[in-house]
């Protein structure tokens, strides 16, 4: 039963879906594409804890799906919980990116969507990922190339521009659109700022004036909270989170539930944190094995006990993890630690 926090008012629900193409996304809630993180696991836990509209695959490289890469092929595990899933895909050659587009719907994607945020170098350097804003007539080849190639929708997650200051995108958008381009997400940062300084959202408001098809508003939404002051303020069709749920995919619940009804529901309780981090793991194992599973979730299990006592010494613990038994034990060992600790004995944390 949900628990009421707090209830807005006058403003709620003001939840309504948008339409990717012939895609109807309900709720207007979307996990953003994260490398490392937004793997089929993480997309499945997500979807079944809250509901969000979309899902998004992390970034994948469409010359190493040309060059059928086996660990890129893994990358896109698509099962019918997902859908609608859009699978994101980068590259700077347009027979190369609409191909592996092709191959992306044989896969089991509902929406291609094109990576135009990216700006790390290993990246931009081939003319890939935000470098595409630097030219418009070869971004709009590469729209074109796709929607050639394919029957589903295809979208673009891209930035404010390339240079501080310099809100490119707004002129791009519409030819992009005219290329055949059914939605946006727009990260409300440029290129040069990486994830540093804070996103504009009147730059997401005056994108979404500008062009007629969807706009996600997507950068530094953290609460449920955030979630409605962005779609008030900017008119935007959706709302895209990315950081906030990385060890803590209960913001995407909360978000949907309080888009629709306005409540704020309670904060997951220490053995759902436990429960959630171990399913996490385990469907990874089950996609990965074992070893690669765990080591691949070291960085991330961590967050989800961020803010607790002793959570430093227990993302040392998993950091030497290697099996599934050794995290199911130290997860074990921490909520005994958390519960002598909150009974007033001060046990430590061993690792
Ligand atoms: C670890 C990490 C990986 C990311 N990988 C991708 C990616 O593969 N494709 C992409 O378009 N954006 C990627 N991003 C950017 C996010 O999708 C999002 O635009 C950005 O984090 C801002 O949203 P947020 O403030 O909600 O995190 C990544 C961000 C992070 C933190």
Redo the contacts with the bound molecule.
Sequence with gaps: MPILLEKPKNVLPISSAYYVGNICIDPPVVL???????NGSFRRLVKRMGSPGLV?T??ISTAAIHYGSKRTFEMFDVTEEQRPLAV?L?GADPAMMAEAAKVAVDQGADII?I?M??WVPKVCKTGAGAAMMKDEAAACRIVEAIVRAVEVPVTV?TRAGWQYGQFATVGLAKKLEEAGVQAF?L?A?YATQG?TGE?DWELIRQMKESVSKPVVG?????TPQDALRILQETGCDGV?????A?GNPWVIRDIVHYLKTGELLPPPTLDERIETALAHVSDLVEHLGENRGVRHLRGQLPLYFKGYRGSARLRDAITSADTLVSVRDTLARFANYIDHFEHGEDSPFEN
């Design positions: 953003a594409p994260m490398a490392d993180v937004t998004v992390e970034l994101q980068f969507d990576n945020g990216c997650k997400a990260h940062r994830h996103a997507n950068g530094d939404i953290k895209m989170i990315g950081r906030a990385i």
